[in-house]
């Protein structure tokens, strides 16, 4: 019985060596894995001297951190209402005052921070409606996959750093000094800082988009717009209603702080009550604000899955 040669050589009358597939892919494989070994080595390193500054720059010490956090309850301390279990549910008396010691007395402004959570609330909504429809524009252009050339990539990807590179604070205070104090202020610096965030998210939902429907619309030749409109937008909704929803709890909190700089909201009241009282008005608030962002977290939260579709839990 005649031996079969190797593919790749063979052991003829030249006098070559015969070609070892296992030993070269053995001998390639080693190779990667002691390529792969050094990289490691050299990110655990990076990352352990980076740790390491940012300790040290930070001041992130045992013993500085359990000096400090008694002081965290001994402020709160000093923020607890004098309520008195006699006169806790008193209402006001025939004069319209309030009863020291009640709820009434601790909420004396109850109607002014429900009016100024209601504004915070609105101010979120706008701005997530307007920075989700710039995010949705650009994400087309700005996905790499989609892009109908690389100016309009470049350009799309730099605009979205922009605007989510900027704090919405220092947007506020921007704003606040060029059309004055008031939620308009408070509204634009987080549209912009939303459409930079929702930007970049939707233009990575839209670079693992099926390619397929594009494929098919091309063929047909729609423009490319119609690819987006008809090839990709129903593919990626879902994701743009998840993560816009999820941003507009952010917006809510961003909202609540960034009236510290007088662009409108609860915001205000809060920099307000800190800056005059440090009293149980701060605390006060402090719940108001804390209560709103959980309700509107679980109501989000159901119309998210609602919108997406429990069944895909």
Known sequence: ?????????????????????????????????????????????????????????????????????????????????????DQLFEGRDAQGNAVPGSITFWYTDFWTYMELLLETILMAITATLMGAAVAFVLSFPAAANLAPNGWAYWF???????????????????FVFAIGIGPLAGVLAIAIHTGGALGKLFAEVNENASDRPVEGITAVGGSWTEKMLYGVVPQVMPNFFSYAMLRFEINVRASSIIGFVGAGGIGAELNRVISFYSDDRVLAVLILVILMVTII???????????????NF
């Open 297 to 311: 977290d679980l109501i989000s939260e159901d119309i998210r899955h609602r919108f997406i579709g429990k069944e």
């Open 1 to 85: 019985m005649t031996d079969i040669p190797m593919r790749g050589g063979s052991a003829g009358a030249s006098g070559d060596a015969p070609f070892d597939a296992v030993s070269t892919f053995e001998r390639h494989r080693a190779e990667l894995k002691a390529s792969k070994r050094v990289w490691n080595m050299l990110t655990l390193g990076a990352f352990t001297i980076a740790l390491g500054l940012s300790i040290w720059i930070s001041n992130f010490y045992p013993e500085r951190l359990a000096e400090g956090l008694p002081r965290i309850f001994e402020y709160f301390g000093t923020i607890l209402p004098d309520l008195q279990w």
């Open 156 to 174: 799309s990807r730099r605009f979205l750093e922009f605007c989510r590179g900027v704090p919405e604070i220092l947007l506020a205070l921007v």
